[in-house]
């Protein structure tokens, strides 16, 4: 099975800093994937699809990019609410695995 | 709009079963593939099973397969997560999940704790 691994598992940055987190395939799974955003005691929310596809709603400030097996997430300029956990997810086939986890948060 | 409501968590002792249930609304149910996703307690998210539109096409992770069964009631619009055999690891909220290109809409999940 394909691993996903992110990284790193946490950080802290200044509301303002450019933010990157980078997920890591152990094959090539082409652009088959997905970054979700999930805050304290909340439900996951996708974020991005695709690998570089912002769902509806999402703000600019994230982006994504990356194909076959190297990903990152970028969040352009920091802001408070973007205090998560962020993670990359497979899509390309079963099993759907989910990347460990990125915690952000402010300096 | 999209809801899902998931149903059927508790508390179960190791080696028991429980029936979780999604209600969904809100789409067109049979037109989706389904998934249930997993969060222990302070951890990650771990994908569990998903399902075709049509029921035809099912997957598990490893972690589950033979002792979990995936099924829908396009009907009813229901998902169904039938859980034996339960152990002490699977303790964690299972999320319903919508899959378009990735999972778009998730449940607000319900807590299965599996405990003596």
């Known amino acids: 099975d394909i691993q996903m691994t992110q990284s790193p598992s946490s950080l802290s940055a200044s509301v303002g800093d450019r933010v990157t987190i980078t997920c890591r395939a152990s094959?090539?799974?082409?652009?088959?994937l997905a970054w979700y955003q999930q805050k304290p005691g909340k439900v996951p929310k996708l974020l991005i699809y695709a690998a570089s596809t912002l769902q509806s709603g999402v703000p600019s400030r994230f982006s994504g990019s990356g194909s076959g097996t190297d990903f990152t997430l970028t969040i352009s300029s920091l802001q408070p609410e973007d205090v998560a956990i962020y993670y990359c997810q497979k899509y390309n086939s079963a099993p759907l695995t989910f990347g460990g986890g990125t915690k952000v948060g402010i300096k | 709009q999209v809801q899902l409501v998931e149903s059927g968590g508790g508390l179960v002792k190791p080696g028991g079963s429980l029936r979780l249930s999604c209600a969904a609304s809100?789409?067109?149910?049979?037109?989706?593939?389904m998934s249930w996703i997993r969060q222990a307690p302070g951890k990650g998210l771990e994908w569990v099973s998903y399902?075709?539109?049509?029921?035809?096409?099912?997957y598990y992770a490893d972690s589950v397969k033979g002792r979990f069964t995936i099924s829908r009631d396009n009907a009813k619009n229901s998902l169904f997560l039938q859980m034996n055999s339960l152990r002490v690891e699977d303790t964690a909220v299972y999320y319903c999940?919508?899959?378009?290109?990735?999972?778009?809409?998730w449940g607000q999940g319900t807590l299965v704790t599996v405990s003596s």
């Open positions: 999940a919508r899959e378009r290109v990735a999972i778009d809409y």
């Open positions: 094959q090539a799974i082409s652009n088959y």
């Open positions: 399902i075709s539109g049509s029921g035809r096409t099912i």
């Open positions: 809100g789409f067109s149910f049979s037109d989706y593939y």
